[in-house]
């Protein structure tokens, strides 16, 4: 596609139910990375994957949160048991190398997906 | 570990004119990236800017220029002309070499008056 799509756009759920967000990265792109941006805040690092692996989960809360890209392309990321706490825009980023040094390295984001919990 | 600071909550100017928006930072690695990102209401990230440490001169992308203080560990973003497009969160982010993930700053709002 033409840039990072995630799904759905708004997310509403209840506490303690589960939640999957879905990341498409830009076509040809081999890393990906999920933040978390809470409200007038910065966006915040969760996790980073290189090809099928997560190659830094360093920032993910807790074992509540999962994220996974079996085929190295579309990405899911997975909140066990929600909390109020975490309402927030979740957006995903992809770029075409993960190493630095060049341009092809800058990370493209999605809209995010806008996650409400009751 | 890294940090980014933005210390302007929100920030106005005139159609037209030229405004700059305050970046510092933290970080122990000589190799690093800096990243000036733009949040529209439509919440996708875009990138407005990119420099790299090593290289002196500072960046221009057409209206945006960047003031590069490495020594100073400052990273300021200058809109030239600016247009009511412009209206938008700006985040200051890094990125270390060493590293994959962005540390955003905290943003500062631009609008852009008519």
């Known amino acids: 596609g033409a840039g990072v799509s995630q799904t759905p756009s708004n997310k509403v759920t209840e506490k303690g139910k589960y939640v999957e967000l879905r990341c498409d990265p830009i076509s040809g792109h081999t890393a990906l990375y999920w933040y978390r941006q809470s409200l007038g805040q910065g966006p915040e690092f969760l996790i980073y994957f290189q090809g099928t692996g997560a190659a830094d989960d360093s920032g993910l809360p807790n074992d509540r949160f999962f994220a996974v890209r079996p085929e190295g392309s579309v990405s899911t990321l997975k909140i066990q048991r929600t909390e109020r706490g975490d309402s927030a825009v979740y957006l995903c980023?992809?770029?075409?190398?993960?190493?630095?040094?060049?341009?092809?390295?800058?990370?493209?984001f999605g809209p995010g997906t806008r996650l409400t919990v009751l | 570990a890294q940090t980014v600071t933005q210390s302007q909550p929100e920030m106005s100017v005139q159609e037209a004119e030229t405004v700059t928006l305050s970046c510092t930072y933290d970080t122990s690695e000589n190799n690093y990236y800096l990243f000036w990102y733009k949040q529209p209401p439509s919440r996708q990230m875009i990138l407005v800017i990119r420099q790299e440490a090593y290289k002196q001169q500072n960046a221009t992308e057409n209206r945006f220029s960047v003031n590069f203080q490495k020594a100073a560990k400052s990273f300021s973003l200058k809109i030239s002309d600016s247009q009511l497009g412009d209206t938008a969160m700006y985040f200051c982010a890094l990125r270390e070499n060493a590293g994959n993930m962005l540390t955003f700053g905290g943003g500062t709002r631009l609008m852009v008056k008519p």
């Open positions: 980023a992809s770029s075409l190398t993960a190493s630095g040094g060049s341009s092809t390295d800058t990370q493209y």
